[in-house]
T-cell receptor, first 113, second 116 residues
Framework: ETGVTQTPRHLVMGMTNKKSLKCEQH?????MYWYKQSAKKPLELMFV???????ENNSVPSRFSPECPNSSHLFLHLHTLQPEDSALYLC????????????FGPGTRLTVT | AQTVTQSQPEMSVQEAETVTLSCTYD???????LFWYKQPPSRQMILVIR??????QNATENRFSVNFQKAAKSFSLKISDSQLGDTAMYFC?????????????FGTGTKLQVIP
């Protein structure tokens, strides 16, 4: 297993619930990412944080709210989700600069009922 | 914008045989990186192999090698002596030459099943 952890691993929530996904990297990396993985679709980049600053928001609906309190932790706050938001949510990190390999967490399998 | 296309949603191979996974991409960039990532069932995605566009020599990592055809914008992955542990989703990915953080574009993936 890599040095990127995600909790919870599985989450079932109703459309009116509020929940949060957590990602933690133990690699000393500077950049962290949220991806959405749906069946038969390419990984969709959602957000990028570089040195705690959000540098990318790929037109993600406001019902997804990211938070990066420091370079090691990344959260994705969820509220008023839709069934089509059900997917595997992956967190990744990179050192930044010329270090190009992305290290992925195991993902959170989200089901919206 | 870059696009990555994997035209084989699923493939299977007999254990110990060789299999090739296809990937094509589209970009106007001249310098970039290409990757193959592996996602085993219920396990984390890991990097298998990478290729820098300015290097003409094809990358090799043990049983994994690529056939990089820059003019054709093709980047296939060859797995030799397939093993049961190679069963996974394989994603082809593209990244512009890095500066700061890296934005990676992924394909839809190829599900590879190694048959005993």
């Amino acid at each position: 297993e890599t040095g990127v952890t995600q909790t919870p691993r599985h989450l079932v929530m109703g459309m009116t619930n509020k929940k949060s996904l957590k990602c933690e990297q133990h690699l000393g990396h500077n950049a962290m990412y949220w991806y959405k993985q749906s069946a038969k679709k390419p990984l969709e980049l959602m957000f990028v944080y570089n040195f705690k600053e959000q540098t990318e928001n790929n037109s993600v609906p406001s019902r997804f709210s990211p938070e990066c309190p420091n370079s090691s932790h990344l959260f994705l706050h969820l509220h008023t989700l839709q069934p089509e938001d059900s997917a595997l949510y992956l967190c990744a990190s990179t050192q930044g600069g010329r270090s190009i390999e992305q290290y992925f967490g195991p993902g959170t399998r989200l089901t919206v009922t | 914008a870059q696009t990555v296309t994997q035209s084989q949603p699923e493939m299977s191979v007999q254990e110990a045989e060789t299999v090739t996974l296809s990937c094509t991409y589209d970009t106007s960039e001249s310098n970039y990186y290409l990757f193959w990532y592996k996602q085993p069932p219920s396990r984390q995605m890991i990097l298998v192999i990478r290729q820098e566009a300015y290097k003409q020599q094809n990358a090799t990592e043990n049983r994994f090698s690529v056939n990089f055809q820059k003019a054709a914008k093709s980047f296939s992955l060859k797995i030799s002596d397939s093993q049961l542990g190679d069963t996974a989703m394989y994603f082809c990915a593209f990244m512009r030459h890095p500066w700061g953080y890296q934005k990676v574009t992924f394909g839809t993936g190829t599900k590879l099943q190694v048959i005993p």
